[in-house]
C-alpha cells in the first residue's frame, strides 16, 4: 500500500483504476492548498490567459469557464502541480517509472449554470497517443453527486470517440466520420439504467476523481446558490508520445511541432518531470 505524504493509497483503488477508468481519492489536496488554488483562481480570472474561454451559452442563468496551461504564469498553480500529492498519485494508478504534467486546466461554474458537461473523451481533443495518462479534477467547493463528474466504467479501453465542441457539436478536430460517435449514453439508460455501468461521488473541497484520458465522462451544471471550482491536472506516463494534428488542439502547443518530433516522448520544458518511482521501494 503506497504511502503518498501520508495519504495511504490502497491496492483496490489502484485495480479500479485499470478495471474502470476512474476512482475517487478523498483528501488528496491539504486546506492550504485548497485556500492557494482558490487564490489562484481568483487571480486567474482576473487574469484571463490566452486559451481562457466561456462554455457556456449567453442565456444561461449562471456561466461556466475555463482556462489551460497556466502553471508556469500563476504561481498558486505552479506550486501545486509541481508539489503536491497528484503527481505521486497518478504514477501509482497508472503503473508509472516517471509522470510528466501535460497540462493544467481550471474550470468554474458559477452558481445557477444550466450547461451540462456533455459525455466525452479528453485525449482525442489532445496532441498526444498512449496508454498511461490520467487527469486528476480536484473540487474546491462541496459538490454533490448531481454536479459531479460522472464516468461510464470500462469505457477508457476504447475505441477513440469523435470529439466536438460542447455547444454546437461540431467535428474540429478529428475529419467527421473518421472517429465512431459518442453513445447516446443518456438516452441508452433511459430505456435502461443497466446498459451502462456510471461512476460518480460526491466530494468535498480537497478531494479528486483520478481518471483515464479516454475514459467517457460527463457532469451536471450547477443548482442553487453553489459555486463548483475546480482545478485539473493532466499527467502522462511512461509510453506517452507526442502525436502533432492537422488541426488546432485543445488545449494548443503553439510551435510544439517544431522543437519535437512525431513519435517522441514529451521531453520538453513544458511538460516538466513530476514525479519519478525510486530504484527501491517508491517515492512518495
Known amino acids: 500500500m503506497p504511502d503518498i505524504d501520508g495519504l495511504h493509497l490502497d491496492e483496490a483503488t489502484i485495480e479500479d483504476f485499470r478495471a474502470d477508468g476512474a476512482v475517487a481519492v478523498r483528501g488528496v489536496a491539504t486546506p492550504d492548498e485548497v485556500a492557494s488554488l482558490r487564490a489562484g483562481i481568483e487571480r486567474n480570472l482576473a487574469e484571463p490567459g490566452p486559451l481562457f474561454g466561456v462554455a457556456s451559452p449567453d442565456d444561461d442563468t449562471g456561466r461556466f469557464v475555463e482556462d489551460f496551461c497556466n502553471w508556469d504564469r500563476i504561481p498558486e498553480y505552479g506550486a501545486f502541480v509541481r508539489h503536491s500529492r497528484g503527481a505521486a498519485i497518478a504514477g501509482h494508478l497508472m503503473g508509472a517509472q516517471e ?72 467535428a474540429k478536430w478529428f475529419p467527421e466520420g473518421s ?30 476523481v483520478f481518471f483515464s484520458m479516454l475514459t467517457l465522462h460527463a457532469a451536471g451544471g450547477v443548482e442553487g446558490p453553489s459555486r463548483r471550482r475546480a482545478f485539473s491536472v493532466r499527467y502522462v506516463g511512461d509510453d506517452v508520445r507526442h502525436a502533432p494534428r492537422r488541426w488546432r488542439t485543445s488545449p494548443e502547443f503553439e510551435g510544439l511541432h517544431d522543437e519535437l518530433p512525431a513519435g517522441a516522448p514529451l521531453d520538453h520544458p513544458r511538460f516538466p518531470v513530476l514525479w519519478r518511482r525510486k530504484r527501491l521501494g517508491v517515492s512518495g
Open 179 to 208: 472517429l465512431a460517435d459518442l453513445p447516446d449514453v443518456d438516452g441508452d439508460l433511459a430505456r435502461d439504467p443497466a446498459a451502462h455501468r456510471i461512476l460518480g461521488w460526491p466530494l468535498e473541497p480537497g478531494d479528486a
Open 99 to 170: 509522470v510528466r504534467l501535460h497540462h493544467d486546466h481550471m474550470l468554474v461554474k458559477e452558481p445557477g449554470t444550466r450547461q451540462r458537461t456533455p459525455w466525452h473523451q479528453d485525449q482525442p481533443y489532445y496532441n498526444i497517443d498512449g496508454t498511461q495518462t490520467c487527469s486528476m479534477w480536484l473540487v474546491l467547493d462541496p459538490v454533490d453527486r448531481g454536479s459531479t463528474l460522472t464516468f461510464v466504467a470500462g469505457s477508457h479501453r476504447g475505441p477513440w470517440l469523435m470529439p466536438r465542441t460542447f455547444l454546437s457539436e461540431q
